[in-house]
């Protein structure tokens, strides 16, 4: 038995989706709502349930943090489960085993599903653009549908998928969801090329459009809580609307303000503590996985990070390391 563990995010699905569409296999699907990340440790509680390992086969995983995952892994590994490992986060520590294969790489600039597009020799390159696109990777996004033919309004269309796809994505539970991430992948499985998701009228993406712009409406009236020459920082309600808005309405903010880094923090439910989404600035992509990781429940990548459990009293904690962090940079740009 294989199983396929993959982030809820658009990243995720396309990476496993176009290895997919190179390779059928049947496989039990991980994962959940981006946040989910320690998904691993679901297969080795699957493997434990059953006290025997001899069923499964090999795992594959995709897109999300190896160093949040490491324990999880190398029980796989010591029981000489293969693994094959592609992602774009902070990996810690990378086991050494005959077992693992990886594929990995924490450049600002890269996402999972540009590595899976690699390794396929540009065979899904459409879904490797929206994917990339869904990442707010929009430069090497846009250069990657020029290079491979893609028209203005096809390269428009593939943004737009990919940012719906990452938009569904975002909840505290599969409940604020409107597609679990494995519903949506088998969904998604039925279109090798997505630019037929736009030609059939009742696909998944009109459905998705329909509820992001219904959402977003809700943020017309949205002002920063704290603004500085580096830093905005917005605070959104703990309603199902706004778990769901908060990652792209950060992307959004970044693209319009690209020269400050900003935080958007979503009340958790209890009201107590916060999610937070942290994109650096697009002139500098650097520092967010730093300033997350610092917290306990923290993580992510260069560019993009985020907070699973920010207490209300380390608000503002959050807020002077985050200006001091971009306030102290020297102005190299990551490349």
Known sequence: MHYDVFNGDADGIIALLQLRLNEPKESVLVTGVKRDI????????????????????????LDVSMEKNLPALNALLDDNIDVFYCDHHRTGDIPSSNHLDTLINTA?????????????KGRYVAWAIAAAFGDNLKTVATRLAATNGFDEAQTTFLEELGT???????????????????????ILYQYPNPL???????????????????DYQQLSNLVPIYESDVARVFELPGETWARRISGVFGNDIVNQDPARAQAVLTKNQGGDSYTVSLRAPLSNRVGADEICSSFETGGGRKAAAGINQLNEMDKMNFISLIESFYSNLDGDVDS
């Open 38 to 61: 320690k998904l691993v440790s679901q297969v080795v509680s699957k493997i434990a349930k059953q006290n025997d390992h001899g069923d499964v086969s090999s795992v594959t995983v």
């Open 108 to 120: 600002s600039e890269c996402c999972t599903s540009l590595l899976i597009n690699q390794k396929l």
């Open 164 to 186: 719906l796809i990452n938009y569904n994505g975002y909840g505290s539970s599969l409940s604020d969801l409107h597609f679990t991430p494995a519903e949506l992948y088998r």
């Open 196 to 214: 037929d998701l736009l030609a059939d009228k009742n696909s998944v993406f009109y459905r998705l459009r329909a509820a992001y712009q219904n």
